[in-house]
Every structure is written in structure tokens, then in C-alpha cells.
């Protein structure tokens, strides 16, 4: 049991910094080769998270240091429950302590939330696409063992995304009437996006908070959010490339041959 003492200690600082994933946007997540906890790092002294952050970019992985000012602190930590985090480590100075999230922050219904008409939290999802594209997106040369591995993770990953339901969104911006997806006579517009190289894929969503990344640069647009499971996502992809997942978050994208991949790999053991 953690002392209170040191959990009044995290909610009273100034600020706090934690180890950030660049490749998926989302906090570093690392499991604990002890304990199996899948936690993330928090550090009192910047310098400390830095000299963390560099031992982690040697092996390849991008990574950064992003500060936590006082009034994010609460929000940040109900945050992690999102990606199915379950502990933090915590460091001030040289002191090192390991802290049950639920000790820090109330953890949510997570069955409630899940049963939800959208999905409001994927962490399943989250996570394992998360340990996938940390590892993935590092430029290393693999050995045998590690490529093992990473088709391991690529596995978990896709058995969650045949799982899930997704946010899919209409753009129903200057519709005065109310929305009716069964009225064929209104050609509804689906949110797409267009690459760089001008290919457009549809994007889709875990869950609502990563939805509300993606629409907080539209502030103005007014959305119709459709549940969506994986497997008729498909149906939606029929005139774009393919989909990307959480384009504000991991970015995961999955050209139409990409998912039939994945689909002959891994669907038939699993599903």
C-alpha cells in the first residue's frame, strides 16, 4: 500500500512530466518486467525525465518529455485508463515508487462505458496497438526473435480491432432537419481524410475521446457518430484507399489490401 502522504504529494505539485510516445501520440507505455504492470512514467525533475527518455531513445524509440501543469494532473491520470494503463513509476529523484493507478484515481465502469451507443473506451484496442506501433515504428534491424515478437503484437493488436466497434462520423454541418441516416433522398458526407499524396482514407474512431481529438479542430462542424464493428467498416471504405484508426492519436492506417491481410492472417484462429 502506497502512503497517502506521497499520493497528496503528486496532486500538490506544480507540475509533473511524463515519457511521451511520438510514434503514437499517447503517453510511453512499458510493461513492468517485475510486476506486469503496463505503466508510464512520471518524474518530479525534468532533467530526470529527459536522462529517462534518452536511455529509451538508444534502442530507437520515439520519444519525448511532455510536462503536466498542476490543473492537467487529475484529468491526465483519468486519461490512462483509456489505454488500459494499470500502474504509474514514479520518480522523485533518486527515490523510485511504483503506484496502482486505482490508488490515485477513481477507475471508471469500464463495462458501462464499453456497452455505451458509441464506444466511449477501447482500452484493449489502445493498448495492444500501442505496444504494436512503439515497437513497429522503431528503424531498427530486427533479429529473429524480435520480428517474432512484433508479429506477436501485430497479432493481439488485430484480434482486438476484429473485437471492436468503431466511431464513424457524418458531417451533417447546415442539415436544419433532424438527421435521419434512412433517408435516401440526402446525401449524407462521411468524414475523410486526404493524405499527402492525395489518396483519401476513411477515418475512424476507438472511442469518444479520440473522436473529440480529431473534432476539436472543427469546432464549428456539427457531427452524426455512428457505432460502426470492424467488420462493416469495409462497407464505408468503398471509394477511399482504406481506413485509418485514430488519425489524432496512434494513427493506425490499414489500405482495403491491408485489412484482407490481417483478415486471412489472423481471423480465422481467433474469430
Do not use: W
Request: proline share 5%.
Amino acid at each position: 500500500m502506497i502512503d497517502n502522504f506521497l499520493v497528496k504529494k503528486i496532486f500538490s505539485l506544480n507540475e509533473l512530466f511524463v515519457l511521451f510516445s511520438t510514434a503514437t501520440k499517447t503517453p510511453f507505455i512499458h510493461c513492468n518486467e517485475e510486476t506486469f504492470d503496463d505503466e508510464v512514467f512520471l518524474f518530479t525533475n525534468e532533467d530526470d525525465a529527459k536522462k529517462h527518455a534518452d536511455g529509451f531513445a538508444e534502442k530507437k524509440y520515439p520519444i519525448a518529455v511532455l510536462k503536466i501543469p498542476n490543473a492537467q494532473i487529475n484529468g491526465f491520470l483519468s486519461s490512462l485508463y483509456f489505454y488500459d494503463v494499470n500502474a504509474v513509476e514514479f520518480y522523485t529523484g533518486e527515490e523510485k515508487n511504483l503506484i496502482p493507478l486505482e490508488q490515485l484515481i477513481k477507475k471508471p465502469d469500464i463495462n458501462k462505458l464499453l456497452n455505451d451507443k458509441v464506444p466511449r473506451i477501447n482500452p484493449d484496442l489502445q493498448i495492444t496497438a500501442i505496444y504494436f506501433l512503439q515497437e513497429a515504428r522503431r528503424k531498427i534491424q530486427r533479429s529473429p526473435e524480435e520480428g517474432r515478437k512484433l508479429v506477436e503484437m501485430e497479432e493481439e493488436m488485430a484480434v482486438n480491432l476484429f473485437r471492436s466497434r468503431f466511431i464513424v462520423a457524418i458531417d451533417i454541418t447546415g442539415i436544419n432537419q433532424k438527421f435521419d441516416p434512412r433517408d435516401k433522398n440526402k446525401k449524407y458526407r462521411l468524414i475523410t481524410i486526404k493524405t499527402k499524396e492525395g489518396d483519401m482514407y476513411l477515418p475512424c474512431f476507438s472511442d469518444i475521446n479520440e473522436f473529440s481529438k480529431f473534432s476539436s479542430a472543427n469546432k464549428k462542424g456539427k457531427f452524426h457518430l455512428m457505432a460502426v464493428p470492424y467488420d462493416k467498416l469495409p462497407d464505408f471504405c468503398k471509394e477511399t484507399k482504406g481506413l485509418v484508426v485514430n488519425p489524432s492519436g496512434f494513427n493506425l492506417l490499414l489500405k482495403n489490401e491491408s485489412i484482407e491481410r490481417l483478415n486471412k492472417l489472423y481471423r480465422s484462429e481467433n474469430q
